[in-house]
């Protein structure tokens, strides 16, 4: 069910949440668009080839290997097209999209779909992976992070090759993104968005975001950041941070945040809810 703007406060737990003072012009704020419920502890948000959202669906544990996960099907405007679009996954978190394949990073494997019919195409076994999260396509390559293990692995057709690892900085990886030509990453244990070269150079743009989730590129510049807890973050060029939104009092959790265009699609894992935001300045 989707719920239009008058009311997406109250349902999301939202309300209190302070709009960014006027004369900070630089900081955008977040506009609530709408809100759609009835999903089951979503988690991850990918743009579908014909424009619409996948969400995957957890379902239970973070790290149970139950087959009772699920990824969703909505439209822009929050619309349910298919509950169960493709189901018989263990805890699917984070999704990416290339070449027609959907990929779903589902705890140690990564199953793939034809992102077109559903058709499920196969699965990618990671031997030492830990606990698959998020995904991204950057510079031809789909990378999917393992946040067990401070690692970043690379999909080639039906095997997976460790990209990159750091246990001393990059513990609890998390969100990943690509953005030109640097890999930006979240991490949950320090709170920093770092940006990853080609070349495996690293730069710490900012810190101090404990539990980073997901990252998106703000229209003319900075990013935002959510703390699957309940905060949002914008993360301007300089490093300086500023929360738009905390909902952890609330009890409405900000998980794989993904932006599109000028919306923020963020799955609240509680209460099990979809929310778009507008971002402007």
């Known amino acids: 069910m989707r719920t239009l703007v008058a009311s997406v406060v109250a349902i999301a737990g939202l309300a209190g949440c302070a709009a960014v003072p006027e004369e900070v012009s630089d900081t955008p704020s977040l506009q609530p668009l709408w809100v759609s419920d009835g999903f089951s502890a979503p988690e991850g948000v990918a743009l579908a080839p014909d424009g619409n959202y996948f969400i995957s669906n957890v379902t239970g544990e973070a790290g149970a290997k139950d087959g009772d996960g699920f990824v969703s099907k909505i439209s822009p405007s929050g619309d349910l097209i298919s509950k169960y679009w493709a189901a018989k996954l263990n805890a699917p978190k984070g999704m990416a999209v290339s070449d027609g394949v959907l990929y779903v990073a589902d705890l140690t494997d990564v199953v793939k779909f034809d992102a077109g019919s559903g058709e499920r195409l196969g699965k990618v076994r990671f031997g030492d992976a830990k606990f698959l999260n998020d995904m991204t396509v950057w510079n031809g390559m789909v990378l999917v992070s393992d946040s067990g293990g401070a690692s970043i692995y690379r999909i080639d057709g039906d095997s997976a090759a460790l990209w990159f690892q ?15 030509d640097r890999l930006l990453v979240a991490t949950m244990e320090t709170g920093s968005l770092y940006g990853l070269t080609a070349d495996k150079e690293f730069t710490e743009i900012a810190t101090g975001m404990e539990n980073a989730d997901g990252v998106g590129l703000v229209p003319d510049g900075g990013y935002l950041v959510s703390s699957w807890p309940g905060q949002i973050h914008f993360v301007a060029e300089d490093g300086e941070v500023t929360t738009l939104l905390d909902t952890q009092e609330a009890g409405t959790l900000q998980n794989d945040l993904t932006v599109i265009g000028d919306v923020v699609i963020v799955p609240n894992w509680t209460p099990g809810t979809v929310t778009a935001w507008k971002v402007e300045r």
């Open 166 to 180: 750091d246990a001393a900085r990059f513990g609890g990886i998390n969100g990943l993104l690509g953005d030109g």
